[in-house]
């Protein structure tokens, strides 16, 4: 009896340990795939409804949500290609300027926007000379979170600070922006993809060692600043 138990715990353990991966991939899939088909859904619920009222039975069956979904995501998809693709032609750079160009008088969606390609712009990009991820002492003194820096600039004192932006897990979408004086921070030796896999997987993915030095080596006017 006691030997049937401990077969039925280990078995429970191993299904544990076999689902949760999978769990946390579709978990990231689901999230991924909503954002990019909420993308064209509207595009394509237009599209599928002006069918459907030539064409009722084929607009009955393309009217499925989950096909709605589909199309939507693969639209999407095909339309990020076609946008990078474009990018790196000069009909399309041209395109793509005028489109910035307008962003750029409206008020508040020229900030959204200015922000937000500078962020992707920063994380893709990989500096010379400096750590981009970081450890740093948040949310208590004991503890240590995963952040990625941003900037470094000065205060009016002259004292270096860092902004430090701390993403969530597994969905690093969200997260706090910390401004942290640049002795604080602890350097490591992570690349972006790393950093990313550690918090998609909820610090199952990672080496056993965290590879992080004792201290922040980059001084003010380095490239986090352009």
């Known amino acids: 009896m006691a030997k049937r138990q401990l077969y039925i715990k280990r078995y429970l353990i191993t299904g544990l340990l076999t689902f ?7 978990m990231v899939f689901k999230f991924v795939f909503g954002l990019l088909s909420e993308v064209s859904a509207p595009l394509v619920a237009g599209f ?3 069918l459907g009222s030539t064409w009722p039975t084929t607009g009955k069956l393309l009217g499925q949500p989950w096909l709605i979904s589909l ?18 032609f000069v009909i399309g750079r041209r395109l793509i300027d005028g489109m910035e160009s307008l962003i750029e008088r409206i008020p508040i969606v020229h900030s959204i926007y200015g922000g937000t390609k500078k962020l992707m712009s920063v994380l893709q990009n990989k500096p010379s000379g400096t750590q981009r991820v970081v450890l740093i002492n948040f949310p208590s003194p004991e503890m240590k979170s995963i952040g990625f820096v941003t ?3 000065r205060d009016a004192g002259g ?3 860092a902004a430090v932006y701390v993403p969530t897990t597994p969905n690093p979408t969200g997260g706090y922006l910390e401004i942290i004086p ?7 030796d992570w690349s972006i993809d790393q950093a990313m896999a550690f918090l998609l997987s909820a610090g199952a993915v990672g080496a ?3 590879p992080f030095t004792a201290q922040w080596n980059s001084p003010v006017g ?3 600043r352009h």
């Open 20 to 26: 949760v991966p999978l769990w946390l991939t579709w």
């Open 48 to 50: 599928v409804s002006l």
């Open 71 to 88: 199309l939507a995501f693969v639209i999407t998809v095909v339309s990020l290609y076609l946008v990078g693709f474009a990018a790196n």
């Open 151 to 153: 900037r470094v600039f």
């Open 159 to 161: 004292r270096d600070l």
């Open 182 to 188: 640049v002795e604080q921070l602890t350097a490591t």
């Open 208 to 210: 056993d060692v965290l």
């Open 222 to 224: 380095n490239d986090l």
